[in-house]
């Protein structure tokens, strides 16, 4: 193998690493949601576009940089006010009535942002700090999925540290697999599962601000990356902070190389993937038991 086919898989390599930690973003915001609410978010994907848009329109006031943090809290206090003022109303009823409202609002939410913001792509470019090209040894990669690769790392690992470290977070992980033993502590749910909501509301808008630079920035652009989450989380298990990220890089890595082996099976190769650990794990790589909050 020469350096020029060398350089090509390793790029493809390391692109496989940059669109699974952004399928990571977005599947812990399923993850969490789900683990502590019950509901599966049809609305990811749409929340991912809407973070896109917010990252435009915020950078062209703060620039690029601030908009990294601006415009998640923006999205996520919005996901919390939805939560607190609608999708609250849902928790002691039918599950599926939970489910259909994610759902007509991720249409919603779509054709809003059209009426907003036109049906035509937006582009938005990277800043030239984090523009062109690195070179290791002889090996070109582009700087700014460096920059994606490493500030998804720092998100993912904050995660963490406030999930298993902080007061907060226990109690996050506590409601999620026995509500009743945490309310009988005197700790009221309803107030963390707003946070819980917005944070995971936060992590697909994350995922869409970093995703802008690299392609236009599309009404459409989450429809298929939402469906994409939707393979990481059920392939690493419902709930499963490790199974996400396991599954992610998986997920990612799988596309990568099939597009370099048989280009029109990159697609269709997640869901090959799904099927065949469904078959072999039916709970997913890491999957976890839930209780439902009541």
Not at 117 to 121: A, E, L, S, V
């Given at each position: 193998?020469d350096?020029?086919?060398?350089?090509?898989?390793?790029?493809?390599?390391?692109?496989?690493l940059?669109?699974?930690?952004?399928y990571?973003a977005?599947?812990l915001g399923?993850s969490?949601i789900?683990?502590?609410?019950g509901?599966?978010?049809?609305?990811?994907?749409?929340?991912y576009?809407?973070g896109a848009?917010?990252?435009?329109?915020?950078?062209?006031?703060?620039?690029f940089?601030?908009?990294l943090?601006?415009?998640p809290?923006?999205?996520?206090?919005?996901?919390?006010?939805?939560?607190a003022?609608?999708?609250?109303r849902f928790?002691?009823g039918?599950?599926?009535?939970?489910?259909?409202?994610?759902?007509?609002?991720?249409?919603?939410?779509?054709?809003?942002?059209?009426?907003i913001?036109?049906?035509?792509?937006i582009p938005?470019?990277?800043?030239?700090?984090v523009g062109?090209?690195?070179?290791?040894?002889g090996?070109?990669?582009?700087?700014?999925?460096?920059?994606?690769l490493?500030?998804?790392?720092v998100?993912?690992a904050?995660?963490?540290?406030?999930?298993e470290?902080?007061?907060?977070?226990t109690?996050?992980r506590?409601?999620?697999?026995?509500?009743?033993?945490?309310r009988?502590?005197?700790?009221?749910?309803?107030?963390v599962?707003?946070?819980?909501?917005?944070?995971?509301?936060?992590?697909?808008?994350?995922?869409?601000?970093?995703a802008a630079?690299?392609?236009?920035?599309?009404?459409?652009?989450?429809?298929?990356?939402?469906?994409?989450?939707?393979?990481?989380?059920?392939?690493?298990?419902?709930?499963?902070?490790w199974?996400?990220?396991?599954?992610?890089?998986l997920?990612g890595?799988?596309i990568?190389?099939?597009?370099?082996?048989?280009?029109?099976?990159?697609?269709a190769?997640?869901?090959?993937?799904?099927?065949l650990?469904?078959?072999?794990?039916?709970?997913?790589?890491?999957?976890e038991?839930?209780e439902r909050?009541?």
């Open positions: 193998m350096i020029a086919t060398l350089n090509i898989w390793l790029q493809q390599l390391a692109n496989g940059v669109t699974g930690s952004m990571i977005l599947a399923l969490i789900f683990g502590m609410i509901i599966v978010n049809f609305a990811h994907g749409a929340v576009t809407l848009y917010a990252a435009l329109e915020v950078s062209r006031r703060t620039g940089f601030p908009s943090i601006i415009s809290i923006l999205v996520g206090l919005l996901g919390m006010a939805l939560e003022l609608v999708l609250r928790y002691k039918i599950p599926e009535l939970g489910l259909l409202f994610t759902f007509g609002l991720s249409m919603f939410m779509e054709q809003a942002i059209r009426i913001w036109g049906p035509t792509p938005i470019a990277a800043p030239e700090q062109g090209v690195l070179t290791v040894a090996l070109m990669y582009s700087k700014y999925r460096t920059f994606v490493v500030c998804t790392i998100v993912i904050g995660l963490w540290w406030f999930l470290k902080t007061r907060y977070g109690i996050i506590a409601g999620s697999r026995d509500p009743e033993m945490v009988m502590l005197g700790i009221t749910l309803t107030p599962m707003t946070v819980v909501f917005g944070l995971g509301i936060a992590l697909a808008a994350f995922a869409g601000l970093m630079p690299l392609s236009q920035v599309d009404p459409a652009m989450g429809n298929a990356v939402g469906t994409a989450a939707f393979v990481v989380v059920v392939i690493g298990g419902l709930g499963s902070f199974g996400a990220i396991i599954s992610g890089l997920v890595e799988v990568s190389i099939t597009k370099m082996v048989w280009p029109t099976m990159s697609e190769s997640i869901y090959f993937l799904m099927l650990v469904l078959l072999l794990r039916p709970r997913g790589l890491l999957g038991r839930w909050f009541e």
